[in-house]
């Protein structure tokens, strides 16, 4: 159980006031905000709340580095700030627990140097009956449970984790994808088993987390098989800039257009196929990997190769996460992980 | 027209392990250092540790060095060096 929330007063009921008041003390995300006033945020818990009407006030989750307690009433306070329809709040719950994940390893995505961003992808029932966008411009802009829903977890990490830059992220940059970072899977123009199935997840609706950089987009308009497609996605794979490069066990997340993933199940080919594929095909010397980096963190028989032999960017297929989102036109992506973090993939509960 | 708000922080959580108190007098104190592999940072602890060797009779027991900097320390690390020493240096950042 935590505590109740402070109640602050503001002396004038304007956008302008409440921006004021987050400036001065250090919260928000610099973009205006919809005031959390104790209705609204009772009409949010009200509204995610289902039958089983859990405590708003229990712990869901403690953040890290602020050591935080994230509650159902806090995060529904953050998702009003963003903007967030009703009925969403169950997807935000969740992902709050996936955030504190330890494999998820927040305290190190706040604190590094990295961009690094935690992307939440929303999958199965959720994304029809909460509105999310799975198809055309999934990652945005122009729907709202995508756009408010990614906004929503940036302000839970701002203000319950304390990951603000300069005290508590210390991203040298920062990332556009720090504002919003949501998409949904698009189950309807996948051809294989939706993602949590295929990660042993047998729910409803659930969610993913991947912490990484933005997408990098990668387009093949004129192939009609998989090998060409997936060449190109392997140079995006293969780049020694990305801290996918010194840590063999980091995950990349493919996120395919359905059109290059029909052009995979044409030639019969899985998932994993196209996970076998790009580990064989995302590769350099191994000399140059060892040129590039005095610290590293390989699998041991990594180090048994010899500088001509062509050694894969990650230690293992399943490193390379595969799902479909997006709409028509032969664009893919993929997002390179921060490095020292595990996606987690959870069961939507309230 | 006023309106009221909800804080959007939360409560902050206990630390599950309390830090502890530094010893008044560092004479004859065991020192280790944990390197956390951040470039610079052994060198760096290193020359503090032989400051704090000439000038206040720290002993320095050893320098061990973490997996990565990016995640928690091995605990059979963290056991190792409470078994040899009362002071430990860490923590260099980029």
Known sequence: MSGPSEEIELERDSPEALLALFEERGWGDGLPLIPPTRERVEAMLAAGAGDAKPDPDEVVATLEPRLGEATRRTIAINAVLAGCPPGVLPVLVSAVRGLARPELNLRGVNATTH???????????????????????????????????????????????????????????????????????????????????????????????????????????????????????????????????????????????????????????????????????????????????????????????????????????????????????????????????????????? | MSIRILSPEGHVGERRIPLAAS????????????????????????????RLVERAGVVLVGVRRKRTAATPCQDELIEAIAGEAELAFTGSAD
């Open chain 1, 115 to 350: 961009p690094v961003a935690p992307l939440l992808v929303v999958h199965g029932e959720a994304v029809r009956e909460m509105g999310f966008n799975a198809g055309l411009g999934t990652f945005g802009p122009g729907t709202r449970a995508n756009a408010t829903v990614g906004r929503a977890i940036r302000l839970i990490l701002l203000h319950i984790a304390g990951a603000r830059p300069g005290n508590g992220d210390a991203s040298t940059q920062g990332q556009p994808s720090k504002y919003a970072y949501c998409i949904a899977e698009n189950e309807d123009a996948s051809p294989w088993e939706s993602y949590p199935t295929s990660r042993g997840i047998d729910a409803p609706s659930a969610i993913t987390l991947h912490c990484g950089e933005n997408p990098h987009n990668f387009h093949d308009m004129e192939s009609e098989t998989p090998g060409p497609i997936l060449d190109k996605a392997a140079t995006v794979m293969a780049t020694l800039g990305s801290n996918n490069a010194p840590v063999s066990s980091a995950e990349f997340f493919v996120v395919l257009g359905p059109e290059h993933a029909a052009t995979f199940a044409a030639a019969g080919w899985a998932r994993r196929d196209v996970q076998s594929y790009l580990y064989e095909r995302a590769r350099f010397p191994a000399g140059v990997f060892r040129g590039a980096f005095d610290v590293v963190q390989y699998r041991p028989w990594m180090s048994a190769l010899r500088d001509e032999d062509l050694m894969p960017i990650t230690d293992h297929p399943d490193h390379i996460r595969v799902l479909v989102a997006g709409g028509a036109g032969k664009h893919s992506c993929l997002i390179p992980s921060w490095g020292m973090t595990k996606s987690v993939t959870l069961p939507v509960e309230p």
């Open chain 2, 23 to 50: 010893p008044e007098v560092l004479a004859g104190r065991r020192l280790a250092i944990l390197d956390n592999g951040k470039p610079g940072a052994a060198h760096l602890m290193e020359r503090v540790a032989e």
